[in-house]
């Protein structure tokens, strides 16, 4: 297992509650492929530096896991499915 850290961009139309199911359904993702989940920071909304999808803002998650790094692809692609992420980065904290 190694140790990533994930950050989200979500879209900043969602409601409180809209916003609570999106991050349960990211933690329900990694924990079905096999991860811990370590912590996690709601940053809150923020003004983007550039548009995307024709938003100004997001809502920014900072999600500390740990994963096994095949099953890494499997959690990016479903997070490439999820429309109320903007956008998202994975980095391996480990450097490997």
């Excluded at 492929?33 to 923020?46: A, C, K, P, V």
């Excluded at 992420?85 to 980095?91: E, G, P, S």
């Amino acid at each position: 297992m190694h140790n990533y850290e994930g950050v989200f961009i979500l879209s900043p139309d969602l409601s409180a509650d809209s916003s609570k199911s999106v991050i349960t359904q990211v933690e329900e993702s990694i924990s079905k492929n096999g991860g811990r989940i370590d912590g996690l920071q709601d940053w809150g909304r923020r003004r983007l530096a550039y548009k995307i999808k024709k938003k100004q803002e997001g809502h920014y998650i900072l999600l500390n896991f740990q994963m096994d790094s095949q099953q890494t692809k499997k959690f990016e692609q479903a997070l490439r499915l999820n429309d109320n992420i903007l956008r998202f980065l994975l980095v391996n904290k480990e450097g490997r």
